[in-house]
């Protein structure tokens, strides 16, 4: 598999198109975010504020942007148009929203990139992640970071080990694909374009565009004795 960004994302659908210019893996750009930020951002506020969301000096919200009470944007962030950044949300440093995107109720943003048009919820954590042009995430849905050995993320597919260089690496997540939900995806995890998680599945590793992972039960049913 190619693990280019052009194989996952649509640069047409984000206003950053630089931080992946010279990158060879997907990966690559969220090494750059910070350094993007620190020399491109110039802080405004072009949206609106339902009650008193706390946002902080280095942050830039777009035209349309609506921003409830009891959001906090820690920045440095840039936040396109058109965005619901709604109560209970928490955009901590060095993160890079497109237009039109959903950041939900109890969701967590650090380190990452979301294209326009993503669907981030509902109770969601994303941290040091890719998600491209309306990818879209269940309620409960896990990008885990760090593996617990504190290592660096090693991608493992078709017998090849490739070490990524990054000890925090949630997943890439590819163009309209979509993640039931909770469902947990591991650290290092690559999802390419318009591919379907079912809910409550544990994933890791790499699915190549266009495929379904389903997960199934098995259950039981039996009468429950009455009790005296």
């Given at each position: 598999?190619?693990?280019?960004?052009?194989?996952?994302?649509?640069?047409?659908?984000?206003?950053?198109?630089?931080?992946?210019?010279?990158?060879?893996?997907?990966?690559?750009?969220?090494?750059?975010?910070?350094?993007?930020?620190?020399?491109?951002?110039?802080?405004?506020?072009?949206?609106?504020?339902?009650?008193?969301?706390?946002?902080?000096?280095?942050?830039?919200?777009?035209?349309?942007?609506?921003?409830?009470?009891?959001?906090?944007?820690?920045?440095?962030?840039?936040?396109?148009?058109?965005?619901?950044?709604?109560?209970?949300?928490?955009?901590?440093?060095?993160?890079?929203?497109?237009n039109g995107v959903v950041a939900g109720n109890s969701?967590?943003?650090?380190?990452?990139?979301?294209?326009?048009?993503?669907?981030?919820?509902h109770f969601n954590y994303v941290g040091d992640s890719?998600?491209?042009?309306?990818?879209?995430?269940?309620?409960?849905?896990?990008?885990?970071?760090?593996?617990?050995?504190?290592?660096?993320?090693?991608?493992?597919?078709?017998?090849?080990?490739?070490?990524?260089?990054?000890?925090?690496?949630?997943?890439?997540?590819?163009?309209?694909?979509?993640?039931?939900?909770?469902?947990?995806?591991?650290?290092?995890?690559?999802?390419?374009?318009?591919?379907?998680?079912?809910?409550?599945?544990?994933?890791?590793?790499?699915?190549?565009?266009?495929?379904?992972?389903?997960?199934?039960?098995?259950?039981?049913?039996?009468?429950?004795?009455?009790?005296?």
């Amino acid at each position: 598999m190619n693990f280019h960004p052009s194989t996952f994302f649509d640069f047409a659908q984000t206003d950053h198109r630089t931080l992946f210019d010279n990158a060879e893996y997907a990966w690559e750009p969220l090494k750059q975010i910070a350094n993007y930020l620190q020399f491109r951002l110039k802080p405004a506020m072009l949206g609106s504020c339902l009650g008193t969301p706390y946002i902080g000096p280095s942050v830039f919200v777009g035209q349309g942007t609506v921003i409830e009470h009891g959001a906090c944007i820690k920045g440095p962030a840039w936040i396109g148009d058109n965005c619901q950044i709604r109560a209970g949300c928490y955009i901590r440093e060095n993160v890079v929203i497109g237009n039109g995107v959903v950041a939900g109720n109890s969701c967590e943003f650090k380190n990452c990139i979301l294209f326009n048009g993503c669907e981030v919820p509902h109770f969601n954590y994303v941290g040091d992640s890719i998600l491209g042009y309306k990818a879209h995430l269940g309620a409960g849905v896990i990008l885990g970071n760090v593996k617990l050995d504190r290592q660096n993320i090693v991608l493992r597919h078709d017998g090849v080990s490739l070490d990524t260089g990054l000890r925090k690496f949630g997943a890439i997540i590819g163009d309209k694909t979509e993640i039931g939900c909770n469902s947990m995806i591991n650290p290092g995890s690559i999802l390419g374009r318009n591919c379907l998680i079912y809910p409550l599945t544990q994933w890791k590793g790499v699915l190549e565009e266009n495929h379904v992972v389903k997960t199934t039960q098995n259950q039981t049913v039996i009468r429950r004795l009455a009790r005296s």
